[in-house]
């Protein structure tokens, strides 16, 4: 299946500062990338989806202006956490969606991370 | 809003079978997916269901009712290396874009 990596895979910021992820489609063009957070024991929240040249279309309650989501290429999206405060700290996982995958537009996800702020 | 419901935990027998249900209501369902997440690990696809039956791939299978709004995973041949957590995942179809909403996640632990 279509390759998804992020970098880096684990940080760990003191409050205030910003912190950026990658998240790279290795072997594919992938037009639309998602962000998705995920606390411990807890099951993936959506985000944002990151349209390539375009917006980032957020869900309710995620702040537009903290986690900011640039979208420049067909192979990379990047989020940046700003202004960083502990309650920020979580596991962030992107996934991409492969347009040449068969019958159904499968979301392929990175590897993940993990954001600790102290 | 969407609401996507399974158990939180269950426990099984190496070599036993476990089915796990997910419920939801949601708005422009357009497919459900089922993904196995191991700790600290992004999800890894296991199954896709649109049409209401039974999607069988080796020792997973899947189940859909669109009309009852359910799901199920059954595994089979429980192997330790099944202890995960599994995601019921809802494609809606919005604006143009198929987001995916996931679940509460059941996490399996296996016993010998």
């Known amino acids: 299946g279509a390759v998804v990596s992020q970098h880096p895979s684990w940080v760990i910021c003191k409050s205030g500062t910003s912190v950026k992820i990658e998240c790279r489609s290795l072997?594919?063009?992938?037009?639309?990338m998602f962000w998705y957070r995920q606390f411990p024991k807890q099951s993936l929240m959506l985000m944002a989806t990151s349209n390539e040249g375009s917006k980032a279309t957020y869900e309710q309650g995620v702040e537009k202006d903290k986690f900011l989501i640039n979208h420049a290429s067909l192979t990379l999206s990047t989020l940046t956490v700003t202004s960083a405060h502990p309650e920020d700290s979580s596991f962030y996982i992107c996934?991409?969606?492969?347009?040449?995958?068969?019958?159904?537009?499968?979301?392929?996800f990175g590897p993940g991370t993990r954001l600790t702020v102290l | 809003g969407q609401n996507i419901d399974q158990p939180t935990e269950m426990t099984a027998t190496e070599g036993a079978i476990v089915q796990i249900n997910c419920t939801y209501q949601?708005?422009?369902?357009?497919?459900l997916f089922w993904y196995q997440q191991h700790a600290g690990e992004a999800p890894t696809f296991l199954s896709y269901n649109v049409l209401d039956g039974l999607e069988e791939k080796g020792r997973f299978s899947s189940f859909l009712s669109r009309s009852k709004g359910y799901s199920y995973l059954l595994l089979k041949e429980l192997q330790m290396k099944d202890s995960a957590s599994y995601l019921c995942a809802v494609r809606l179809y919005q604006t143009g874009a198929n987001n995916l909403f996931f679940g509460t996640g059941t996490r399996l632990t296996v016993i010998p």
């Open positions: 996934s991409a969606r492969d347009l040449g995958t068969p019958i159904y537009n499968e979301q392929f």
């Open positions: 949601t708005s422009g369902f357009n497919g």
């Open positions: 072997d594919f063009q992938a037009t639309t």
